[in-house]
């Protein structure tokens, strides 16, 4: 992006036609190379403003999980990135109030290589993934660019018929469409959004669901073991289920006194989450990208086949435009409830992905789309069979951490 402006400005040429607006154009923050992945401040997108209207809005719908009074301070947990760490405290003074640091304490989890599955980071720690440069992180970014050779071409070639003294390629076109977004996040509106067609933009959304899909969702999901955890005490392949793995566990553990348990997993450029066990609750802020593990650890969104790279699927599920916006978050809800009033209460989990629930395949029975515990806690088992163990697959050595051991009140 930073690349794309600086060979502007170099080129000393004036621009026409749909970029003549570029020639008088200020980036939208000071020290742009320092801003570029910090948390936005200004606008009426700002992610300051919508991690702390996430807290407000969870607070509202979820206050009755709440502690007392006396209650315990709540742990709750963030990785070690600025925007991260900032979110969570945004998430927190709507959630908790301004003197939130009296009801809750954030931890920060390093983002380091050596913890293993022991992080809210698997693709971080995952040596196989980050070395595979045929099937691995770098996958996505290839796909991406199969991809969007089949649009950017065209585009190209009409901003050069308006400029034919410089030619864009295709990954400089791709960055005015990125400008559009990260302005618009911070100013409320961007010219460089009126320099694509409609056409355009479906493509880049598709371009979005590509890149992800095939980087870290349902290709190669790294986050089952923090969800199976979480359901034993409280739920992609293997960077998914690393988070899963916990979650299993968290969900098992409570009583049925309480008629809601909740684990919450919230990700903007950053992120937030909460779950209720007991008298307390947890929050986790992570990255976008590992949202996008956790959905494929859950193996919902599938697809009949994988996404193709030569054409948009207008009917696909996978949209990451739905599944991480701005403020993106998966909550996993654990209901106590009984499908008829003679009937016993039973334990059932839900998911709901930014206010719409969702159905986990072969597993929707419950009320309201849920899914029995007991059901839940078996395809969790069966998931991480089928990923198989996170060291072994990425080429961990034996005494690394397998599982999350942080994860707890």
Not at 128 to 152: E, I, Q, V
Not at 290 to 305: K, P, Q, R, W
Request: aromatic share 10%; glycine share 8%.
């Amino acid at each position: 992006m930073l690349n794309l402006l600086m060979r502007i400005k170099r080129s000393k040429e004036r621009l026409k036609g749909d970029l003549e607006f570029a020639n008088n154009w200020e980036y939208f923050a000071q020290d742009p190379e320092n801003r570029l992945e910090r948390l936005t401040t200004t606008g009426p997108f700002a992610g300051t403003l919508e991690a702390f209207t996430t807290g407000v809005k969870l607070r509202t719908r979820y206050s009755h999980l709440l502690g007392g009074s006396g209650a315990k301070k709540v742990r709750f947990w963030a990785s070690d990135s600025n925007r991260v760490i900032d979110t969570a405290r945004y998430f927190s003074t709507g959630f908790f109030g301004l003197d939130w640091q009296r009801a809750a304490e954030l931890v920060v989890i390093p983002e380091t290589a050596d913890l293993g599955a022991d992080t809210l980071t698997p693709t971080d720690t995952c040596t196989a993934y980050l070395n595979n440069f045929t099937f691995g992180h770098d996958y996505g970014a290839r796909m991406l660019g199969k991809f969007r050779s089949t649009y950017l071409g065209s585009v190209g070639d009409r901003l050069e018929r308006q400029n034919p003294q410089i030619r864009f390629n295709d990954s400089e076109i791709y960055s005015m469409q990125e400008i559009c977004g990260f302005e618009t996040t911070a100013r409320g509106t961007s010219k460089w959004c009126d320099v694509f067609t409609h056409a355009d933009w479906l493509n880049f959304e598709y371009a979005r669901d590509v890149i992800h899909y095939y980087r870290s969702g349902l290709v190669y999901p790294l986050f089952l073991e923090e969800l199976s955890h979480l359901t034993r005490k409280s739920v992609g392949t293997r960077h998914g289920m690393v988070v899963v793995k916990r979650n299993d566990q968290s969900y098992c553990s409570g009583s049925k006194s309480r008629a809601t348990l909740f684990q919450l997993v919230s990700l903007f450029p950053s992120t937030s989450q909460i779950s209720g066990h007991e008298e307390s609750d947890v929050g986790i802020s992570v990255h976008d990208s590992d949202i996008v593990s956790m959905v494929g650890a859950l193996n919902v969104f599938l697809e009949n086949e994988d996404l193709p790279i030569d054409r948009v699927v207008t009917t696909r599920k996978w949209r990451t435009s739905q599944i991480t916006p701005m403020g993106g978050r998966i909550i996993l809800e654990r209901l106590t409830c009984s499908k008829a009033s003679d009937d016993p209460e039973e334990l059932y989990v839900r998911v709901n992905v930014n206010d719409g629930i969702v159905k986990i395949p072969h597993c929707g029975t419950g009320p309201g789309s849920s899914c029995p515990l007991k059901q839940f806690v078996a395809l969790v088992s069966q998931r991480g069979e089928e990923t198989g163990d996170f060291r072994k697959k990425c080429g961990l050595s034996k005494d690394s951490p397998d599982r999350i051991s942080f994860l707890h009140q």
